[in-house]
């Protein structure tokens, strides 16, 4: 929309930029946002008159410029949702013990248990808030946990 800027075109670039921000808003309230958490920045590509020479500008100039466009950037404030720390949001959890997986793998222990079978899941497949933990001989006593730093797999 490349035209000179004058009072009777600002109502045009106005209208415009309400539509693009009505736009913004709706898609970013279709994503849980309030407008309480919207903040919109507007751009405008211009040339002044007598210039070829294109200008990036978030403010007015009093001299005759040419609009090639204009748009918004919208930025959201996602701090001021009220939301549960993850720990807040462990401890609340209903935990639900995973079903019988169908696979099982031999993994090694290097705390002197060796090679031990253990259940495969897949991720995709368990859902949320579920406890899926094999239990496991190590230092004396059964406890639960995941084996990251001390499990590898078995090799034939």
């Given at each position: ?28 309230q ?38 090639d ?69 190590y ?14 797999r078995?090799?034939?």
């Amino acid at each position: 929309m490349r035209s000179r800027f004058s009072e009777r075109r600002a109502s045009l670039i106005n209208g415009k930029l309400k539509g693009l921000i009505d736009r913004s808003t709706k898609e970013l309230q279709s994503q849980g946002f309030t407008e309480e958490q919207l903040i919109y920045e507007v751009f405008a590509n211009i040339r002044f008159e007598g210039s070829d020479t294109a200008e990036h500008s978030t403010s007015p100039f009093e001299r005759p410029v040419y609009i090639d466009d204009v748009r918004i950037g919208t930025i959201t404030s996602a701090s001021r949702i009220a939301e549960k720390s993850p720990l807040q949001q462990f401890k609340d959890a209903k935990l639900r013990e995973a079903s019988a997986s169908t696979k099982q793998t031999q993994v090694f222990f290097d705390s002197g248990t060796g090679c031990r079978s253990a259940p495969v899941y897949k991720l995709k497949d368990l859902g949320s808030n579920v406890r899926a933990v094999q239990s496991c001989h190590y230092h004396g006593r059964d406890s639960d946990h995941s084996g990251q730093s001390f499990m590898r797999r078995c090799t034939s």
